[in-house]
């Protein structure tokens, strides 16, 4: 069945460390998002792409980058880790042909020591 | 900038009671409004939506109203049960441009038994 993986689920590092999240859609969908949930705060947008080569910020993304070199993949990098990016992270996409409705991966829980 | 505001923050009801969260939107050109469901350690699921022509949708137990020129949008669960206890977003799309989607901070149900 098609569906959207991310991997690792769970990631301890060290503050000043390159980190890089992936997520995997096989679903052939254009619309890849990046999300952070932290307490209080609900879902915030990092980053987000409309295919490939495409890629724009959200409300979040100092400290953040990703790349679209595929349909399949958009890795999150955080470029060097400090503990306020401590939280869980959320991929998620959108068919072009029903952009409004995203579905989530399993979420990756990231613990910046 | 835009932003949803969700209330409660927490909610419990008794079982078979029914339970009602509300959510309200700044951006006028929002015109699709999802709502997720998380249970811990889970990614948001999406439970129903509802589209900007339309006032009222219903799906079983569940069911969203919308108010476009209050800009307020509406959670409904009646006879609620044990397994409706989860974390609850809103949120409100624009579906003319990016795309986006600006998250409530989220509702967390309980269903006392």
């Known amino acids: 069945d098609a569906e959207i993986t991310q991997s690792p689920r769970h990631k301890i590092t060290e503050t000043g460390r390159q980190v890089t999240l992936a997520c995997h859609q096989t679903w052939n969908h254009n619309n890849m998002f990046w999300y952070r949930q932290d307490l209080g705060h609900g879902l915030r947008l990092i980053h987000y792409s409309y295919g490939v080569q495409d890629t724009n910020k959200g409300e979040v993304s100092d400290g953040y980058s990703v790349s679209r070199s595929n349909t399949e993949d958009l890795p999150l990098t955080l470029e060097s880790a400090a503990s306020s990016q401590t939280s869980v992270y959320f991929c998620a996409s959108s068919s072009s042909l029903a952009r409004e409705t995203q579905y989530f991966g399993p979420g990756t829980r990231l613990l910046v020591l | 900038g835009e932003n949803v505001e969700q209330h409660p923050s927490t909610l419990s009801v008794q079982e078979g009671d029914s339970a009602v969260i509300k959510c309200t939107y700044s951006?006028?050109?929002?015109?699709?409004f999802p709502w997720y469901k998380q249970e811990l350690g889970k990614r948001p699921q999406l439970i129903i939506d509802i589209r900007s022509n339309v006032g009222e949708k219903k799906d079983q137990r569940i069911a969203v109203t919308l108010n476009k020129t209050a800009k307020h949008f509406s959670l409904h669960i009646t006879e609620t049960q044990p397994e409706d206890s989860a974390v609850y977003f809103c949120a409100a799309v624009g579906t003319s441009g990016t795309y986006k989607y600006i998250f409530g901070t989220g509702t967390r149900l309980k269903v006392l038994a």
């Open positions: 951006d006028s050109a929002s015109n699709y």
